[in-house]
């Protein structure tokens, strides 16, 4: 596969091709296994990574971290009480300043435009670990994941149940629609996916061969290969939390959701969870559950984003 990403920016799943989301998924795939045997090249020997977190976060910072340990970068985690960042200082000249010192920048937080701002003026790869609009390092390694289990992303039939605008389902839809996944979003129509958005999703889905369904009734997940789902309430969004509860409360995804699903079907989550709310604790717990396989494999995809972006070599 002849892809490269040198120096690509990593903002959303909407700027990469089908080719370019599978090669990814590829070199994750060969960076993972390198690691299980004890393999480590050291592609990032001597970078200088920047982790800008507005928001808190386990998963996506101690990926990064790890993964740039993995491949001999050092990463520093900066706070938004460490930096200026949209405070004394603007976006733009905080850019421009860790641009002249470091070799990448992670960026989560809450404005889809701050991420694209530091990738604008900083001069150096910018990668998003998550914003209120999108979180494609995320859906990255949930579709490590469902290779992992199915051996395909193209056909698959992935149901997300709950809150149908946040950011997990609009990631999901845009990578779904890129790289053919029948992707189907479950929830009370005053949280439908933005209109625009399924627009756009459905162009890229006619050409790979995907569909896009939006519902509202809880017996559409029959057929799934996946059902997925996401916290009830979002980071920023707490004052929402009991308008959120009487929406959310039918589509918990429980025993009888997943016996509605294809036989063999598997319940993912990007975590962290809060059990007895968008999931019980048995579907949680259960051999269907591979969400801490998604939680590992967040390490391994954002190791294969830095790797792609920040090295001149094709590793796959």
């Given at each position: 596969?002849?892809?490269?990403?040198?120096?690509?920016?990593?903002?959303?799943?909407?700027?990469?091709?089908?080719?370019?989301?599978?090669?990814?998924?590829?070199?994750?795939?060969?960076?993972?296994?390198?690691?299980?045997h004890?393999?480590?090249?050291?592609?990032?020997?001597?970078?200088?990574?920047?982790?800008?977190?507005?928001?808190?976060?386990?998963?996506?910072?101690?990926?990064?971290?790890?993964?740039?340990?993995?491949?001999g970068?050092?990463?520093?985690?900066?706070?938004?009480?460490?930096?200026?960042l949209?405070?004394?200082?603007?976006?733009?000249?905080?850019?421009?300043?860790?641009?002249?010192?470091?070799?990448?920048?992670?960026?989560?937080g809450?404005?889809?435009?701050?991420?694209?701002?530091?990738?604008?003026?900083?001069?150096?790869?910018?990668?998003?670990?998550?914003?209120?609009?999108?979180?494609?390092?995320?859906?990255?390694?949930?579709?490590?994941?469902?290779?992992?289990?199915?051996?395909?992303?193209?056909?698959?039939?992935?149901?997300?149940?709950?809150?149908?605008?946040?950011?997990?389902?609009?990631?999901?839809?845009?990578?779904?629609?890129?790289?053919?996944?029948n992707?189907?979003?479950?929830?009370?129509?005053?949280?439908?996916?933005?209109?625009?958005?399924?627009?756009?999703?459905?162009?890229w889905?006619?050409e790979?061969?995907?569909?896009?369904?939006?519902?509202?009734?809880?017996?559409?997940?029959?057929?799934?290969?996946v059902?997925?789902?996401?916290?009830?309430?979002?980071?920023g969004?707490?004052?929402?939390?009991?308008?959120?509860?009487?929406?959310?409360?039918?589509?918990?995804?429980?025993?009888?959701?997943?016996?509605?699903a294809?036989?063999?079907?598997?319940?993912?989550?990007?975590?962290?969870?809060?059990?007895?709310?968008?999931?019980?604790?048995?579907?949680?717990?259960?051999?269907?559950?591979?969400?801490?396989?998604?939680?590992?494999?967040?390490?391994?995809?954002?190791?294969?984003?830095?790797?792609?972006?920040?090295?001149?070599?094709?590793?796959?």
């Amino acid at each position: 596969m002849s892809v490269n990403l040198y120096k690509r920016n990593f903002l959303t799943l909407k700027d990469f091709t089908e080719e370019e989301i599978l090669y990814l998924l590829s070199l994750a795939k060969d960076l993972k296994n390198k690691k299980k045997h004890g393999i480590f090249e050291k592609n990032l020997a001597n970078k200088n990574i920047a982790l800008i977190f507005e928001k808190n976060s386990t998963r996506t910072r101690c990926a990064f971290v790890v993964a740039c340990n993995d491949e001999g970068a050092f990463p520093e985690f900066l706070s938004k009480a460490d930096i200026h960042l949209g405070g004394k200082e603007d976006s733009k000249d905080t850019a421009r300043v860790l641009g002249r010192m470091f070799d990448g920048i992670e960026f989560r937080g809450y404005s889809q435009k701050t991420v694209e701002t530091l990738a604008q003026y900083s001069g150096v790869p910018v990668w998003n670990g998550l914003t209120d609009e999108d979180h494609p390092t995320q859906v990255l390694a949930d579709f490590l994941t469902i290779q992992e289990n199915f051996g395909k992303l193209k056909g698959i039939n992935l149901t997300y149940i709950g809150d149908g605008r946040n950011n997990m389902s609009n990631a999901l839809m845009i990578g779904s629609a890129k790289c053919g996944l029948n992707y189907k979003v479950i929830s009370p129509k005053e949280l439908f996916p933005d209109n625009a958005l399924i627009e756009e999703c459905s162009k890229w889905a006619k050409e790979s061969g995907a569909s896009i369904t939006v519902s509202d009734d809880m017996a559409d997940v029959a057929g799934s290969d996946v059902l997925y789902t996401d916290v009830w309430v979002s980071m920023g969004e707490e004052a929402k939390k009991a308008e959120r509860y009487a929406l959310l409360t039918p589509y918990r995804v429980n025993t009888a959701a997943m016996k509605a699903a294809k036989p063999g079907a598997v319940f993912m989550h990007c975590l962290p969870a809060v059990k007895g709310d968008e999931v019980t604790e048995e579907v949680f717990e259960s051999l269907a559950s591979v969400v801490f396989d998604e939680a590992e494999n967040r390490m391994h995809t954002i190791k294969a984003v830095m790797v792609a972006t920040l090295s001149r070599n094709n590793y796959v």
